[in-house]
């Protein structure tokens, strides 16, 4: 029984924690920034590519590691408190209006589409 409240504690801090540190508008969220060439690491996961964004976001790699702990063996209490963060964080993420939207348009493609007047480009 003790396992259990265990799992619902981590599911909880999970969401909490997750919440704080993946929330646009948080100082960390701002301040953590990490990138090798065209991979954004943190605070998101990102791939910029000829335009556009690819946006890999939390709850998806969660999703991957809560079925990795799956398949591991079951006998250890970390992976209890892993799957219960991991499951936390899913469903934090899976909160936000754009949770499916996986590419983005850059911004510097979306300026240079405007001529100096303000117009738009018409398609």
């Known amino acids: 029984m003790s396992g259990f409240f265990t799992f619902l504690f981590s599911i909880w801090l999970g969401y909490v924690l997750f919440l704080y540190l993946t929330h646009p508008e948080k100082k960390i969220h ?4 990490f990138r090798v060439w065209r991979i954004e690491l943190l605070p998101n996961i990102r791939i910029h590519s000829r335009g556009k ?3 890999i976001h939390h709850w998806a790699v969660l999703t ?3 079925a990795l702990t799956l398949i591991n063996y079951e006998g250890f209490q970390y992976f209890t408190i892993i799957k219960g963060l991991a499951i ?3 469903i934090q993420g899976l909160r936000y209006p754009d949770r499916f939207k996986f590419r983005h348009h850059h911004p510097a493609a979306v300026n240079q589409s405007f001529s100096k007047n303000g117009q ?3 398609k």
């Open 64 to 66: 991957l590691v809560t």
């Open 53 to 55: 964004i690819y946006h």
């Open 120 to 122: 738009g480009r018409r």
């Open 30 to 33: 701002k301040n953590l920034r």
């Open 88 to 90: 936390g964080g899913i």
